[in-house]
């Protein structure tokens, strides 16, 4: 059988979000952080994580690849984001627990981008209004608390997507597809490569009353959307840009996330069929979006 393994590494307060967005990439199965020092955070704001100014990170893994081959990954993936992280030698084994139960005993019923993202295991907020999101996450990453998450779930709360097919490109836990379906955009599709994340998906959509079809990269259906949004690292979004672009009908919006501010000119220059919006920054992080014209 195979056994839950732990990497531990420290980090800046500033270093978190995009950390933890690589170590999910990187087929961690949970992420949780801890203080480095004497800094107690004794409430953070709602719908946040808790970051110290040096704080522990610790991703659990539960797969068949040895320490040295998710080692190299994670040491390519911080190479290529310029994140430098001290990682050690090898992982180790820890004792067979819920780990994922254990990561998302963090995440409470939020308010984010207009919608009331909800996971299964709390009730629906009295108080809560506009549209309700049920999540339970599951081994895919997406819970709407990261900022690219954010940053996209607003889009889709103020853009008119009644009847409008939507492909979720990269869905990880299909909350943007879901929160896409709630606003009236329909057909919906979510891709991943990920089969374990196409299983969420399909779960969260039952959750929510939806009809969402789920398929890896080589399976997407022989159509445009009207809507194409992915939530990516850069880099892919400019390798993917032909792909991303064949998938979208003509005058179909587009809106990507996923990339830093630094970073917003080279994916914009990926599409030049692109007429873009002004770009949204929050926390470091730029969502980009627009419509498709004629070259």
Same mark, same amino acid.
Request: charged share 15%; net charge negative.
């Given at each position: 059988?195979?056994?839950?393994r732990?990497?531990?590494?420290?980090?800046?307060?500033?270093?978190?979000?995009?950390?933890?967005?690589?170590?999910?990439?990187?087929e961690a199965?949970?992420v949780?952080?801890?203080?480095?020092?004497?800094t107690?955070?004794?409430?953070?704001?709602?719908?946040?994580?808790?970051?110290?100014?040096?704080?522990?990170?610790?991703?659990?893994?539960?797969?068949?690849?040895?320490?040295?081959?998710?080692?190299?990954?994670?040491?390519?993936?911080?190479?290529?984001t310029?994140?430098?992280?001290?990682?050690?030698?090898?992982?180790?084994?820890?004792?067979?627990?819920?780990?994922?139960?254990?990561?998302?005993?963090q995440?409470?019923?939020?308010?984010i981008?207009?919608?009331?993202?909800?996971?299964?295991?709390?009730?629906?907020?009295?108080?809560?209004?506009?549209?309700?999101?049920?999540?339970?996450?599951?081994?895919?990453?997406?819970?709407?608390?990261?900022?690219t998450?954010?940053?996209c779930?607003?889009?889709?709360a103020?853009?008119?997507?009644?009847?409008?097919?939507?492909?979720?490109?990269?869905?990880?836990?299909?909350?943007?597809?879901? =929160?896409?379906?709630?606003? +009236?955009? /329909?057909?919906?599709? &979510?891709?991943?490569? %990920?089969? $374990? !994340?196409?299983?969420?998906? #399909?779960?969260?959509?039952?959750?929510?009353?939806?009809?969402?079809?789920?398929?890896?990269?080589?399976?997407?259906?022989?159509?445009?959307?009207?809507?194409?949004?992915?939530?990516?690292?850069?880099?892919?979004?400019?390798?993917?840009?032909?792909?991303?672009? =064949?998938?979208?009908?003509p +005058?179909? /919006?587009?809106?990507? &996330?996923?990339?830093? %501010?630094? $970073? !917003?000119?080279?994916?914009? #220059?990926?599409y030049?069929a692109?007429?873009?919006?002004?770009?949204?920054?929050?926390?470091?992080w730029?969502?980009?979006?627009?419509?498709?014209?004629?070259?």
């Amino acid at each position: 059988m195979t056994a839950y393994r732990e990497l531990r590494v420290v980090a800046n307060g500033d270093q978190i979000d995009l950390l933890e967005e690589i170590l999910f990439l990187s087929e961690a199965v949970s992420v949780t952080l801890d203080d480095d020092g004497d800094t107690p955070i004794l409430e953070p704001p709602l719908g946040t994580h808790p970051v110290w100014p040096r704080t522990v990170v610790i991703a659990a893994y539960h797969d068949t690849r040895s320490d040295q081959v998710i080692l190299a990954d994670l040491s390519r993936s911080l190479v290529a984001t310029g994140l430098q992280i001290e990682l050690p030698k090898q992982l180790t084994v820890i004792a067979d627990e819920d780990w994922v139960r254990i990561s998302l005993d963090q995440f409470q019923p939020t308010e984010i981008g207009g919608f009331w993202v909800v996971p299964t295991w709390h009730a629906v907020p009295d108080h809560a209004h506009g549209p309700v999101l049920r999540l339970d996450p599951g081994l895919a990453f997406g819970t709407g608390y990261h900022p690219t998450t954010a940053l996209c779930l607003a889009w889709l709360a103020s853009a008119d997507l009644a009847g409008r097919a939507l492909l979720d490109f990269g869905a990880g836990s299909g909350i943007l597809a879901i =929160a896409g379906g709630l606003r +009236g955009a /329909s057909p919906l599709v &979510a891709l991943d490569i %990920d089969p $374990q !994340a196409l299983d969420a998906s #399909a779960h969260n959509a039952q959750l929510n009353d939806l009809s969402l079809t789920c398929c890896l990269p080589d399976a997407l259906p022989i159509q445009q959307f009207d809507v194409v949004i992915a939530n990516i690292l850069a880099n892919p979004l400019i390798e993917l840009a032909e792909t991303l672009m =064949a998938t979208l009908t003509p +005058g179909g /919006s587009l809106v990507l &996330a996923g990339l830093l %501010d630094h $970073q !917003a000119d080279a994916v914009q #220059a990926a599409y030049p069929a692109i007429a873009w919006d002004p770009p949204v920054s929050r926390d470091g992080w730029t969502r980009l979006s627009g419509h498709c014209v004629p070259l």
